[in-house]
């Protein structure tokens, strides 16, 4: 069934319309500096906020949205389901790109065998519906923090079979990448760091993390998976301290493993406020050091201490970035990805 039947597909009607479900600026086909505005933007709708979040946070477990899918009992009805939505969603809104994690287009399993089959039929579904709309993969990741299992990291966790079963979800979702020709593979560390000092061993920690970095590019290479390995910088949350503080120690970290040719970076606009730095200033920093990617376009809020994943509105903002963007060559295989989602009481 198609959730979004009675919704018309978003077109650019030009800076007088009054129409809410419309573009007034951006006009896919303009030509800008020789261009298409399309394809200088390459704008992607993220998976994981629009339509696997129920809208719980922190201090009410309880979701708000009830979407239609998120009533479906069986795990594989609900992520074909939501599959269905997700494209007319895409081809709806006439963006070009999407991005996922692995656990937003296929539920964990009993086994991690059953997770690898449930993964290997939904990329098969996702395959259909790219082919049904042409809809591309901007880039696919793993959701390697999100499980019990990984509360004391992934690539960092102190226990060597939490390290392998994140490898396996790497592995898994590199493939997936691959089959759907994502364009980018990310790779985000949100349990890489610690709580405390006292009980970390950081030499330790960033020499697996190295490692498991290197096997990620060893395996990109061996499968043939075009384009770039981005790492996402982000300073803290959920843990205190992440490896991946921001671009100018991700160069670092890359640096000292031999990887700065191998993996650039996905910069987040809330993560470079989170970490001290303008947007700007990470999008410039990660250009002239050579590793600039892909950005997810969400904003923080600047009297908020945490990740709140907001819509981009401040047109200083947004156009600096741009610039920076445009003024280092603008991108390549990345693009403006919308890691954002709407507040939990936005039920209208």
């Not at 992440?242 to 191998?262: H, P, R, S």
Request: proline share 5%; hydrophobic share 35%.
């Amino acid at each position: 069934m198609s959730y979004l039947k009675n919704i018309d597909p978003i077109r650019y009607e030009g800076p007088q319309s009054a129409n809410p479900l419309a573009f007034r600026y951006y006009d896919k086909d303009r030509l800008v500096l020789g261009k298409r505005m399309e394809d200088h933007l390459r704008f992607a709708t993220c998976y994981w906020h629009t339509f696997c979040w129920n809208g719980f946070d922190p201090f009410g477990y309880d979701g708000t949205f009830e979407r239609p899918w998120h009533r479906i009992t069986d795990p594989m009805q609900a992520a074909r389901a939501k599959a269905e939505v997700a494209f007319d969603f895409f081809s709806k809104l006439g963006l070009p790109y999407y991005c996922f994690h692995d656990r937003d287009i296929a539920p964990e399993g009993a086994t991690p065998r059953e997770s690898v089959d449930n993964l290997h039929r939904m990329v098969d579904v996702l395959g259909e519906h790219q082919q049904r709309t042409g809809m591309k993969l901007l880039w696919g990741t793993a959701n390697v923090f999100s499980h019990r299992r990984f509360m004391s990291g992934a690539a960092t966790n102190p226990d060597p079979e939490i390290f392998a079963l994140a490898a396996l979800q790497v592995k898994e979702a590199m493939d997936a990448t691959k089959k759907l020709g994502g364009e980018n593979y990310v790779i985000w560390g949100g349990r890489e760091g610690y709580e405390t000092l006292l009980n970390t061993d950081m030499k330790l920690e960033l020499d697996n993390l190295g490692r498991f970095l290197r096997m990620a590019v060893e395996y990109k290479h061996k499968i043939g998976l075009q384009g770039p390995i981005l790492l996402e910088p982000k300073p803290r949350e959920p843990t205190k301290h992440q490896y991946d503080f921001d671009v100018a120690t991700v160069f670092g970290f890359l640096k000292a493993n031999g990887l700065e040719n191998e993996v650039k970076v996905n910069i987040e606009a809330n993560h470079a406020t989170l970490a001290g730095h303008s947007f700007e200033h990470e999008i410039a920093t990660a250009l002239a050091l050579g590793i600039f990617g892909s950005i997810d376009m969400n904003r923080g809020d600047m009297q908020c201490g945490w990740d709140t994943d907001q819509f981009p509105n401040n047109v200083p903002d947004t156009a600096l970035a741009m610039y920076y963007i445009l003024q280092g060559g603008g991108f390549t295989t990345g693009g403006l990805n919308f890691d954002s989602k709407v507040r939990r009481q936005s039920l209208d």
